[in-house]
């Protein structure tokens, strides 16, 4: 198992650390690494020809996953949203994708949305039959599974506090179930508008006596990918502070979170926070 190095961040009154998932792996980065370690040995194991997610143009997801699927010597596809990218040239993002062999496929954002339907998985099955469908994210139950060991024993004794960004919850949810029975709490940082982020979490983890966590809304900054001068400001200035690199959609928010609920006072005195960082570095150029 890969063991992420952890760097001060704050030391008194409190002490903010963060576990830097974006430096695992130099192409499979963050907690996209441990979302599709089991998925990816799960599709080896059952002889699978090849695996086909979903995802946005830019999505880390899909790019750690052509990563991953070269590496396994699996086929991918990759269905990208919005038929109208396939006039332009590809971004960055899918310009890495194509070269690490994976079948990019354009559908329009209406077909998108039928991603998680099953009459269209069904479809796409038939279609492919040996072919191992991951949902959008990676999010699955073997996802969660591996997300548990993005969290080790000696961060359960060393921290009250552990933070994450939520995009699917489902890196969270892993969290969650780690952290479950220990007296540190969880805090979910929503990348997202929508408040139903909570509700998937409870379905994740499938268990209603887990209290230790809590999701905050407050720092999506008018929702996914959205950004304000605010944001980008604390980004640079983080940076130029601490020479950590984070982008505007994940790490970023939840670390402009972090701050400005420690200058209110949200965590009691003495606090030991970990916050994780999640990685999505391959797209920042593109977005700030
Ligand atoms: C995908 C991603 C997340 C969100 O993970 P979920 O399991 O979908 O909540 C957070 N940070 C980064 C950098 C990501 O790429």
């Known amino acids: 198992m890969q063991n992420a190095p952890i760097q001060s961040i704050l030391t008194s009154p409190i002490t903010l ?6 430096l695992i792996d130099p192409f499979i980065s963050g907690n996209k690494f441990f979302k599709l370690k089991y998925n990816l040995s799960y599709a080896k194991e059952k002889q699978y020809q090849g695996v ?6 830019y999505s880390n997801h899909i790019h750690a996953l052509s990563y991953a699927c070269r590496y396994y010597q699996l086929e991918c596809l990759a269905i990208i949203r919005g038929d109208e990218l396939s006039h332009q040239p590809l971004n960055s993002t899918l310009t890495d994708v194509a070269r690490n062999g994976t079948q990019i496929k354009f559908i329009s954002r209406e077909q998108y949305r039928q991603r998680h339907h099953p009459d269209f998985l069904a479809q796409l099955q038939q279609a492919y039959p040996n072919y191992y469908i991951i949902p959008e994210g990676g999010s699955n139950e073997l996802a ?24 699917t919850g489902s890196t969270l ?5 780690k952290t479950a029975h220990s007296h540190t709490q969880v805090l979910g940082f ?8 909570s509700e998937q979490i409870r379905l ?3 268990d209603n006596r887990l ?7 407050d720092y999506c900054c008018g929702g996914y990918a959205k950004t304000t001068p605010e944001l980008i400001q604390f980004i640079h200035h983080f940076e130029q502070n601490y020479h950590i690199p984070i982008e505007p959609i994940y790490t970023g928010k939840m670390l402009y979170g972090i701050f400005d609920l420690i200058q209110n006072d949200f965590f009691t ?9 999640t990685g999505g570095l391959q797209a920042k150029m593109s977005l700030m």
């Open 52 to 57: 086909i997610s979903f995802g946005g143009a």
């Open 269 to 277: 005195a003495n606090s030991r926070i970990l916050a994780i960082h």
């Open 173 to 177: 949810a892993g969290i969650i179930q």
């Open 190 to 197: 929503s990348a997202l508008k929508d408040h139903y982020l």
């Open 17 to 22: 650390d963060i576990k830097r998932l974006d």
């Open 211 to 217: 209290q230790h966590w809590q999701m905050n809304y």
């Open 204 to 206: 994740f983890i499938n």
């Open 144 to 167: 969660i599974q591996g997300c548990q060991e993005i969290i080790s024993t000696a961060d359960l004794a060393n921290y009250d506090w552990i933070c994450c960004a939520v995009g």
